[in-house]
């Protein structure tokens, strides 16, 4: 389907929801406001208060030991293990296994499976000093204290696992602080004219002179029986310098036919080269290639044209 065969209307809602799944691929969270101020989108970010890297907003649990695989990695409950440990002596305990030392004399116990209503139940017992517990006990099984936790451990060193503190993207911060930033953004979606000329209506008071403010141009075209989208993004300097004549005074009171800059402008967006990076940076990171990770970042921060919005502003925090 052409540009020319979708009601304006619903091409302008189709370009402001493509800008939006490209600003929510970048972990940016997009609101609408509620009246038409001209503004499109309200875009809130965390990042990083040290380097303004992106900070992962979820929760990130990893392995306490440095020197275990786990430790880099984003666990699942299948990564670790429930334990519970005692307060009392630091004694853990796995009421999940099925084999246990004695926590007296660490001889191995034998074990019988107890089922009562449905319950697995494995009775412990050992032989040489004659201790015993269940596997459903709540007490410690070594001293005998009420006082115990619930203690998650890594299922291939036994180390605990605790929450990631630093949640910056950049493997090279440890910093432990975030701060949210905000972008305000003007869609403005362009149709092909004959000829595959691109154009749009433009008002001067559709430009909101802030620093935080930006504009995406965007355009769907056809070549070769492709589809292809493109963007453009720009501040508001930017969009000044590119888009708007030496003398903007005619601009004021009508709207006026404005063309987005050609291919080679550098707002536009580079998509084919965005993904070549984006590609190499999973490869990086699955291993665990710190260099070539912080060399991709930056190439990243150069190719895409929506990193603009990432930079810190004055006003920011």
């Not at 020319?4 to 939006?20: H, P, R, T, Y």
């Not at 965390?46 to 306490?64: G, L, M, Q, R, T």
């Amino acid at each position: 389907m052409l540009n020319q065969d979708i009601k304006s209307g619903l091409f302008g809602s189709i370009g402001e929801n493509m800008v939006a799944f490209e600003l929510a691929k970048r972990n940016w969270y997009v609101y609408r406001p509620y009246f038409d101020t001209r503004i499109d989108f309200i875009a809130q970010k965390f990042v990083c208060k040290k380097c303004f890297s992106d900070w992962e907003s979820k929760n990130i649990i990893i392995c306490s030991n440095k020197k275990c695989e786990n430790h880099t990695k984003d666990l699942n409950q299948k990564d670790y293990v429930k334990t519970r440990k005692c307060l009392s002596c630091g004694y853990i305990f796995n009421k999940y296994a099925t084999e246990h030392y004695c926590p007296k004399c660490r001889n191995k116990m034998t074990s019988d499976l107890v089922k009562k209503s449905g319950q697995r139940n494995y009775q412990f017992k050992c032989n040489n000093c004659g201790h015993s517990f269940t596997s459903q006990t709540r007490s410690c099984v070594k001293c005998g204290s009420n006082e115990n936790i619930e203690y998650p451990v890594c299922s291939i060193c036994e180390n605990e696992i605790i929450p990631l503190e630093s949640k910056c993207q950049n493997p090279n911060c440890n910093s432990k602080e975030y701060v949210s930033i905000i972008r305000t953004i003007q869609v403005k979606s362009s149709h092909e004219e004959e000829g595959g000329k691109i154009g749009f209506n433009f008002k001067m008071q559709d430009l909101i002179d802030d620093e935080r403010h930006f504009l995406v141009v965007y355009s769907r075209t056809f070549e070769d029986y492709k589809e292809k989208h493109n963007f453009w993004v720009m501040s508001v300097d930017e969009f000044k310098k590119e888009m708007v004549s030496p003398t903007p005074s005619s601009l004021i009171y009508q709207n006026a036919r404005l063309h987005p800059p050609t291919t080679k402008s550098t707002s536009f967006f580079n998509e084919i080269e965005y993904n070549k990076c984006i590609d190499q940076l999973k490869s990086a990171r699955k291993r665990k290639d710190i260099e070539k990770i912080v060399e991709l970042e930056a190439n990243i921060q150069r190719v895409d044209v929506f990193a603009k919005l990432n930079k810190y502003i004055t006003g920011d925090f």
